[in-house]
């Protein structure tokens, strides 16, 4: 849009009209009278997803045992099946994926795996933005190579306190580095890293490279193969939908296939080899590898609903109304919330934003109890963030017009001022 033309409803209406996921929202179950702008923080169920769980029941009531090679999605394969599926999200082959087991748990298997001091080279290397989980996992894998994580964790400082500069992160790219682990897109301001060029710079110095990708895949279409990237991981609840707690994914680089990984269990064995029995592992030479137990067959059916739409829509697709949808809620927030102390702590550019708006103000925590009570659904980062998510296969243009008036009102009347200032207990 012109940065003259003054954004109306009705002009909100007209962009929903040309909106061709307007056609997905059917999919959704979306509430009377609430506005969804959470699913960064918990993708919304599809009525997909109810089915697909209850058949995924019906297969256990019916076939028992056998439900693990008969059915519509024998449950030993359906890992297997789940990855193919996931696999063009990231750019990625279906062997270089694995849906499994959880973000943190994830990190732990594979930091096991390609961390490996050795000489000067004992450090790991990330950001100070990153999301605390994934701190919490170096220092503990640190930790288990018997060295000190306030010596050994490198955290790349941020200039302002939202982003991470990608010079700054090379810079710290020193011979001292063993391992680099680094989100995709930073989980408060949404900034999307270079991911290619991080990657490039971490190779020529002999650095294996691994993401985070919990806060861009499902919105962000990625190349992880053509770039190289060594192992990524992901949550599966965001913009994927998968349902609170939902199974995790992995990835890791063909040319790391056939090394043994950190942590091995019953799911490392080759599949054919799986039920010999023996107390020696055979391990598989795909991402499969890295699996450790058995797959939450109930907790995987959600998620072959979601990765149906998304084959349907189109990672591409879905990355431009995500774009489009985000800036029309800036430019409607420089438009309506000027002077009311507000400000956008995201990328501008569109190559450098994930799938949120970070909005920041001082009574950020209060506002987010208003937005509730008023029937829009935020997210709240303590101090002074609010994450807002347009999604593009169930938010409209119209409902992005709705919330940022809801902000305005909000200061406007000072609705806030009747709110704690103590934040919930999940937020």
């Not at 599926?85 to 990190?107: D, F, R, Y």
Request: one cysteine or more; aromatic letters at 10%.
């Amino acid at each position: 849009m012109s940065k003259t033309e003054v954004i109306s409803k009705e002009k909100a209406r007209e962009f929903d009209k040309q909106d061709e996921f307007q056609q997905y929202r059917v999919e959704f179950f979306l509430q009377q009278e609430q506005i969804y702008m959470d699913g960064n923080s918990l993708g919304l169920m599809s009525k997909r997803a109810e089915t697909k769980v209850n058949e995924l029941m019906e297969s256990w009531k019916v076939l028992a045992i056998q439900g693990w090679t008969k059915g519509n999605y024998p449950w030993f394969y359906l890992p297997e099946k789940l990855s193919e599926m996931c696999a063009p999200l990231i750019g990625a082959e279906s062997k270089e994926v694995m849906i499994c087991g959880s973000t943190t748990s994830n990190i732990h298997q594979l930091v096991s795996t390609f961390y490996k001091p050795n000489g000067k080279k004992t450090k790991i290397l990330a950001d100070e933005l990153t999301f605390p989980s994934d701190i919490y996992a170096l220092q503990s894998q640190i930790k288990l190579q018997g060295y000190n994580p306030d010596e050994h964790l490198i955290r790349v400082k941020s200039r302002d306190g939202r982003m991470i500069e990608e010079d700054d992160i090379i810079s710290k790219m020193t011979d001292e580095v063993a391992l680099i682990f680094l989100p995709t897109v930073l989980y408060r301001s949404g900034q999307l890293l270079d991911i290619e060029r991080l990657t490039k710079e971490a190779h020529k110095r002999g650095i294996k490279i691994g993401f985070d990708a919990c806060h861009s895949i499902g919105a962000v279409p990625h190349q992880f193969s053509d770039w190289g990237v060594d192992f990524a991981v992901w949550c599966n609840y965001k913009y994927l939908n998968g349902g609170p707690g939902s199974v995790a994914g992995l990835y890791v680089n063909k040319k790391h296939f056939g090394i043994e990984p950190g942590l091995t269990g019953w799911y490392s064995s080759k599949k054919d080899k799986q039920f010999d029995m023996s107390h020696t592992l055979e391990v598989e030479e795909s991402a499969g590898a890295f699996q450790v137990g058995t797959s939450h067959i109930l907790s995987l059916a959600p998620i072959i609903a979601s990765l149906e739409l998304f084959a349907e829509a189109n990672i591409e697709k879905v990355r431009e109304k995500s774009l489009q949808i985000t800036r029309f809620m800036m430019e409607l927030v420089e438009q309506e919330l000027e002077g009311l102390g507000y400000y956008i702590g995201n990328p501008m550019e569109d190559g450098r934003r994930g799938g949120h708006v970070c909005l920041e103000h001082d009574e950020a925590i209060r506002i987010c109890k208003a937005l509730v009570e008023e029937g829009v659904i935020p997210d709240n980062r303590p101090p002074n963030i609010i994450r807002l998510a347009p999604i593009a296969f169930y938010t409209s243009y119209e409902e992005v017009f709705d919330t940022v008036q809801t902000l305005k009102r909000i200061v406007l009347e000072k609705r806030y001022e009747q709110y704690g200032k103590e934040r919930n207990v999940v937020s």
